[in-house]
């Protein structure tokens, strides 16, 4: 699931907190975006597709392509349009939409 | 239920002089943006990164401050992270704050949603670390996150400055793979030269960030075709043709981009019509020289009006301010015309430069008409094949696509596949892209929960409770 971090992060104090991704506890800074830290962090991939189950990780940032929706609390959000809060319980979106028809 | 003078959307460039503009002239306003903080994507986190990463960011990124500054007025209420899903009746907007939604009614609505990252479908764009290069940019700005061991393909002003930010950070990008060829810079400079000279300022920068470059040593390809992104979990490599020969450049994260695009999606959702924009290769809404549209209340500024870039979208978001204020009676109409004046002037001064820039730099072409088995609609997995396969058995409009295979019902409602869906259709059938027409976009153009929705009824029986 973790692949190498290609983020490099510029520091700047913040304090880190315990999300979980996928069952697995991980430092974020707090405040910080979600996705850019889970990238930073090395999560990946953040889904699965529905169709093709191809993995998918954000790709514009700005809450245009949802490719880097996770679940949180039973609701499908963007994570780029997400904070870090301490405690996050993330994971992927229940792939299977396909499978509907 | 709320209301105000005028309603904008969005906070970046021409939504925050829009803003400050009609404060000033006494209107009050209620500015919803989707971000925490103000400044759009171009000036994003202006307050915070530009005090830490000024080195890096540059000097063009502190005209960001000086617009976020100007929020500061009694008259301007800006609502931050709300995500606004639906219009009624042209200038009720409906939003979400925190998983609490309501609404806002304008005597005025001002749409200022900016500009996307044009699609660029090329194989393998929806690998884990294909990124666009609006997305490193916007790393950097609000989380101070620098791409390593990465590859920019495309072209285009802004693959230049991502270039140069990166090596002023100290993690210059492994090769810099460029679309356009010394024929389309001649040809730009034939047709649009007396352009390119009244737009020098622009020019010089470009110019500036290109010897920045060339004295950091990044590896440029210029003129590069068949681009494909490899690797099976994640990015590996980057492969093209170049220099008249395969080339192929390893990395972890290749950063795509080939011009933005206006985001047409809130004004589309209320019918504003649009028309095929040949010069931007693109589709830009119908409005009047103050920014107003076909809904007398509803004016569009900025680059979602079309592409002119920061410096010009506070101009129209000024000038559109200056026409609201007018038609709702703060300022008389010689007031308005007078103040417009200079800012016209200014305007014209900051397009200039612009077809220059449109044609030196062109669409890569490879990435207008992929091949058959490249995904186009990136939530779908739609192919190109796919759409000319629909065109082959009599499919002529976007609309009909959906039926056929879906493309545009994803998630990002056709935001990253509509203008391919529109010019694949386009090319198959002889048709022009402004015939071709686009996606038909309904709302909710953003998610909303059936519980935000719910928490709506109250406010509507307040509502009518008040019109009673």
Redesign the interface.
Known sequence: MK??S?????A?GSRLVRVTFAGTDFQLREG??LA??M??AGI???RY?P??G??????????????C?VEIDG??RQAC?M?VREGLSISRPAAGEAEHD | MTEADLVVIGAGPAGMSAARAAADAGLSVVLLD?Q?KAGG?IYRDVVRAAK??ADILGPDFHKGLELVHALRHANIHHITGA?VWQIERNTRVAYTVEGAASFVTGKCLLIATGA??RPIPVPGW???????A??AQ??LK?????????VLAGCGPLLYLVAAQMCR?G?PPQALVETQSTANILAAVLHHGMGAIQGWRQLAKGLGLLSELRSSGVKRFTGASAIAIEGS??VEAIRFTARGRRQRVEC??VLLHHGVVA?TQTARSIGVPHHWDELQRAFVPEKNKWGRTVHPQVYIAGDGAGIGGADAAAITGRIAALAIAGELGAITQAERDAAALPLRRDLRRELAARPFIDRAYPPYGGALSPADETIIC????VTAGDIRKYAKIGCRGPNQTKAFGRPGM???QG??CGLTVTELLAAANGLSPQDTGYYRIRPPI??V?LGELAGLAKQIEDEKETAQ
Do not use: W
Request: glycine residues 8%.
């Open positions: 692949t190498a290609q983020l490099r992060k510029l700047d910080g975006n850019a830290e990238l930073a990946g991939p953040f597709t169709v093709s191809a993995p998918r990780n954000p790709y514009c940032m700005m809450g245009a392509c949802f490719d929706l609701v499908i349009m904070e | 989707e925490r994507q830490v990463r995500t996307l990252e929806t690998l884990p670390g294909a990124m666009t609006g997305a916007i790393l609000q989380s101070g996150m620098l791409v390593e061991n990465a950070a993690t979990e994640h972890s994260t985001n990136r939530c779908e997995e994803g998630p990002c935001r990253y953003k998610p929960t």
